[in-house]
């Protein structure tokens, strides 16, 4: 696995990428930017059509240039998978072959289970113009798909590295630990989550100011009003901060009803 | 939802991809391919930087040209998104805002859930150069996150397009489908969810009541003062009759201010 010193980048053990007789150069460029947005660094290339180095992957590739550095490059599909132990082929469609055939997610904690094992994996993306032959599909252990619309399935290469390779940060399940409040609940807030003597504070103050301004009326309606009132600013479940700009709102129509009265305005 | 004849596009329910200001129209096209990929129809766009149409979309969007001819063009992200009745804004990061963060797949399947109960829904994407406002992620209900590399999170828009479309296309799997709305999201609502032209009408009430009860004090924290309660009203994500209550509140601390200015106590 290519290392790298640059502070923040994040690289780590991840499936190597392995693209065969690549053609263009932005896009080898555009595969590595797409890996180095989630996390991957190792780049093999199969017999890239234009040589190696190519300049307009550098290019391309601003920013993940180390990914572009460490590229090795191999003759033959055969000597770039040689050392590794489990090799999928993405591919636009099934073929027309007996082969497991792997949804992203699936494939990601697949490989993430081999690789946790110890094994070295690689995932194959064919050419920009026709993809994989059915040779190269055919050594693969399983076949991943993308589940593309079947009216519009044409994904470049850089956009099918993109989804793999945010499917793989996916699959470390990382994303969500840094959750706070909300835990259980599907998201996240920020803020730190209020008390219920909080609540009530609010409720208090919110209550004596509309008891003030005769918000109550009429008399009979006051308890289902109140009751009203109480529901909305539970279900807020506002933060601590938002708590305080709420008494912040409520006490400035208070004072501003105050200072009328001292008809100081 | 714009509709389309062509035998085996697949359009149907899916949020809206609203593009605020976008810059260049090649990316325009470029988002209406990553659309087309997985499914999606509905583009709006914000105020293009160079007008529209514009051929250039046109042209990238190639065989995805039936999106660029459907988007619809707005002058502000008010009205793009007036009959909508939620909003979840893509950002490079979370923002130093208290406001839900969601990851892809739990924003494609809170999405799914809205949809399924007749609810509008959108997705807000930013600028090329620098993405979306603060002002405008504090109207949108969520934030939504990519699992990016810190070191290198730089997405661009057709990217950040694609990972979503891919994500709302997954989480059509299955197994949400029979949640009703809300369930398992650590909030239950009743009643009908206001429209964003509902939630701007409460805002604009609240702001025209503080700015007389002179609550954005000293001035220069007044646009930080502003957001941050854009941000709570906004999260609080009211009901239609939920807001009916919140104007009467406002009011009745209004009036009791100027029943006060009439020394009628």
Redesign the interface.
């Known amino acids: 696995m290519a290392g790298t010193d640059?502070?923040?980048?994040?690289t780590g053990e991840g499936p190597a990428i392995i693209l065969v007789e690549p053609q263009l150069g932005d896009n080898i460029g555009m595969v590595a930017?797409?890996m180095?947005?989630?996390?991957l660094s190792e780049l093999r290339l199969v017999n890239p059509r234009d040589g190696w180095p190519n300049q307009r992957a550098n290019a391309a590739a601003s920013?993940?240039d180390y990914v572009v550095e460490a590229a090795t490059v191999y003759p033959t599909l055969a000597e770039a998978i040689a050392d590794l132990n489990f090799v999928y082929a993405t591919t636009a469609r099934p073929r027309d072959m007996i082969k497991q055939v792997l949804?992203p997610?699936e494939a990601a904690s697949t490989m993430r289970e081999h690789l946790a094992a110890g094994n070295g994996v690689g995932l194959l993306f064919g050419r920009e113009r026709w993809g994989l032959n059915n040779e190269e599909v055919a050594i693969a252990d399983a076949i991943v798909t993308?589940?593309?619309?079947?009216?519009?399935?044409?994904?470049n290469i850089a956009?099918a590295v993109?989804?793999m390779a945010?499917e793989w940060?996916?699959s470390a399940g990382?994303?969500?630990s840094e959750r706070k409040r909300?835990e259980?609940?599907?998201?996240?807030?920020?803020?730190t989550p209020a008390t219920r003597r909080q609540l009530q504070a609010l409720l208090d103050h919110?209550e004596s100011?509309?008891e003030?301004?005769?918000?109550f009326y009429p008399p009979e309606r006051r308890e289902k009003m109140w009751l009203?009132?109480t529901g909305?600013f539970t279900?807020?479940?506002?933060?601590e901060?938002?708590m305080r700009?709420?008494h912040?709102?409520?006490a400035?129509?208070?004072?501003?009803?105050?200072?009328?009265?001292e008809?100081a305005?």
């Open positions: 640059r502070a923040r980048i994040e930017r797409a180095a947005n989630f996390g920013g993940a949804a997610d993308f589940p593309v619309n079947p009216g519009f399935a044409s994904l956009q993109l989804l945010h940060r996916r990382g994303e969500r909300g259980g609940h599907g998201f996240a807030m920020e803020g919110l100011a509309l003030e301004a005769k918000y009203n009132v909305i279900h807020m479940r506002l933060a901060e938002e700009t709420m912040g709102i409520i400035a129509l208070e004072r501003r009803w105050q200072k009328g009265t008809g305005d």
